[in-house]
């Protein structure tokens, strides 16, 4: 996946969050070598979804040890979409009660979302106003102060319903999931609402002080959450979810990618069905194996179960891939990466390591990382920058 924030802008926003110099942090950083306190960690999570809107499950943050595991949440959610409000968000003032030509325009942040917009992030309007065209927000629009025209939504949701069940609608509209939007609105209660109804919409929290937005909210969405987000559209829709080995090898190269391999063993168990329940980027079946199924498989002498382990030089990432085969067929039924190991040729590694040139695969909302995959094998489209270690 290319959505990843730079390591040092990462860095910052921890040093920040626990109060330390960022000096004195790396992504190796752990808690357990004392680098933060509980206190701190509580921080690290809050701050990642109060400046963010990343959320982080509670029942996950125990496992969180090193900064590299904070960091790993950051780049699984790559933003597409941008939905904002209008009143005292795009303009100081509201409409219903000031009039068309009494709100103020607030410019810098408009230029801010055409630029977002020029990058290939889908802008999506959600205002409680009478709809248009006959509604009065057209007139603001319309506006040649205002730069945002009503043609640059690529969908608009302008009504007086709740806005959870309008970002649901833009999000059908556009093939998108909620886990694609950001979600921009000075009024905290419609950012509670829209997080109660909406989980996994990230809805960055702001003090939208006199109407406006602060310059840093618009600064961090190009850095963060859409950091993944291309120059233009075409360039993004061309990039997006492509393997990382065509365009970073040198990158890649300087990883130090080592990977284990070996048939697994009950003690997997617990981690491969932890990685059958969560995992939806690549997953190739998104078959939800229970703990229970994998013992059946592992005893099975039909069927085979290999596991994969990667480390780089920043540190372990321990058992992040799993490929489940018919002996007899050679079939690949189940083939996992997790979120944290991609974009780094693993799956590469692992179709040539077992030799297979196609696996099954069934489509979701989310697999799209796993098709694409598909696509390069069968084209023979292959080069992986893992070593295998003993
Ligand atoms: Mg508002």
């Not at 069940?165 to 939007?181: M, V």
């Not at 702001?206 to 959450?225: M, N, Y």
Request: net charge negative.
């Amino acid at each position: 996946m290319n959505a990843v924030v730079a390591e040092r802008d990462f860095l910052a926003f921890a040093a920040a969050a626990l109060g330390v110099d960022a000096a004195a942090l790396a992504l190796d950083s752990s808690r357990d070598a004392g680098a933060w306190d509980s206190v701190g960690h509580l921080n690290l999570v809050m701050e990642l979804e109060a400046r963010w809107g990343v959320k982080i499950p509670l029942a996950r943050v125990p496992e969180l040890k090193t900064l590299r595991d904070f960091h790993a949440h950051v780049p699984c959610r790559p933003a597409k979409a941008l939905a904002v409000d209008a009143d005292n968000t795009l303009w100081r003032g509201i409409v219903s009660e000031d009039g068309p030509d009494g709100v103020v325009p607030d410019a810098d942040f408009q230029r801010g979302l055409l630029a977002l917009k020029a990058r290939g992030v889908f802008l999506v309007l959600l205002s409680k106003n009478d709809p248009p065209p006959g509604g009065a927000i057209s007139s603001v629009f319309a506006r040649p102060d205002n730069p945002l025209g009503l043609s640059d939504f690529a969908h608009v949701g302008v009504n007086w319903e709740p806005k959870p069940g309008n970002l649901l609608a833009a999000a059908r509209a556009l093939n998108l999931a909620p886990e694609h939007f950001v979600f921009l609105d000075d009024n905290p209660h419609e950012r509670v609402q829209m997080r109660a109804h909406l989980p996994g919409v990230m809805v960055p929290d702001f003090d939208a002080r006199e109407g406006t937005v602060p310059a840093t909210v618009l600064e961090e969405l190009g850095k963060v959450q859409f950091s993944g987000v291309g120059e233009t559209r075409e360039d993004f829709l061309r990039t997006d979810w492509r393997p990382l080995a065509a365009t970073r090898p040198d990158y890649l190269a300087s990883l130090g990618l080592k990977v284990r391999v070996a048939r697994a063993t009950a003690a997997d168990v617990p981690r491969l069905a932890q990685m059958a329940g969560k995992t939806n980027q690549f997953n190739a079946t998104t078959i939800r194996r229970t703990a229970a199924e994998f013992e059946a498989l592992l005893a099975d002498a039909g069927t085979e179960v290999w596991t994969f382990r990667a480390r780089d030089k920043f540190g372990d990432m321990g058992l992040v891939c799993y490929v489940v085969r018919e002996s007899s067929t050679g079939r690949v039924t189940d083939f996992v990466v997790s979120c944290r190991a991609l974009g780094r040729t693993l799956e590469h590694f692992a179709a040539q390591k077992l030799g297979f040139r196609t696996f099954d695969f069934v489509p979701t909302a989310k697999n799209a990382p796993a098709r694409a995959f598909l696509d390069a094998l069968r084209s023979g489209d292959v080069r992986t920058f893992y070593e295998e270690e003993a």
